[in-house]
């Protein structure tokens, strides 16, 4: 059973962009909207991290490393939470992947982000 469906990884250069997007199938949308949704990303070798969350409302906080270059984003009509990326870093890449800010939904496979030198 799939819960969360994240897509928009891929290739990019150092000081490229991308745009991540995540899809919540089995969350009836009065579940959805009320919850602060996030992106996490895990980078190998390390924990996996917070990078931005956004409340009901629109409401966005961003980790220290991305402030001012990445920007989050929802659509409540489609179950959906965005992440577009810009002047990404090599050492961002990763696999990103989307959840409630409590961690609430299984956790699916995320979307693989690299980003070259």
């Known amino acids: 059973q799939v819960h969360v469906v994240e897509s928009g990884g891929g290739l990019a250069q150092a000081g490229g962009s991308l745009r991540l997007s995540c899809k919540f199938p089995?969350?009836?949308?009065?579940?959805?909207?009320?919850?602060?949704m996030a992106w996490y990303r895990q980078v190998p070798g390390k924990e996996r991290e917070l990078v931005a969350s956004?409340?009901?409302?629109?409401?966005?906080d961003y980790g220290d490393s991305v402030k001012g270059r990445f920007s989050i984003s929802r659509d409540n009509s489609r179950k959906s939470v965005y992440l577009q990326m810009n002047s990404l870093e090599p050492e961002e890449t990763g696999v990103y992947y989307c959840?409630?800010?409590?961690?609430?939904?299984?956790w699916g496979r995320g979307t693989q982000v690299t980003v070259s030198s």
């Open positions: 959840n409630t800010l409590s961690n609430s939904v299984t």
């Open positions: 089995r969350m009836i949308t009065s579940t959805f909207n009320p919850l602060t």
């Open positions: 956004i409340g009901s409302r629109g409401e966005a």
